[in-house]
């Protein structure tokens, strides 16, 4: 599952989260397996709880190059 278009104001965008970021974890449960509608579930989670994602991001320089480079990142956001 990888992010569409993060909602302005919305905690994906304050997280930081960018368009195409790839989620391969939520709350340290991997994707890997889940339907689209159950990582958006557990995305929405409680109002006001805090969800950890671990997300797969293209580097600026990769797209440059022909061989991909990609970071891992570990964000922390509070459901809206």
């Not at 449960?29 to 159950?38: F, I, L, P, R, Y």
């Not at 969800?51 to 580097?59: N, S």
Request: charged share 35%; glycine share 8%; net charge neutral.
């Amino acid at each position: 599952p990888y992010i569409v278009e993060p909602i302005d104001g919305g905690p994906a965008q304050k997280a930081g989260l960018q368009k195409d970021d790839v989620i391969l974890e939520i709350d340290g449960k991997s994707t890997a397996d889940m339907s689209d509608e159950a990582v958006v579930s557990r995305i929405r989670g409680e109002r006001g709880t805090p969800v950890k994602l671990k997300i797969e991001r293209k580097t600026k320089a990769a797209a440059l190059n022909r061989d991909a480079v990609y970071r891992v990142l570990d964000l922390n956001l509070v459901r809206d």
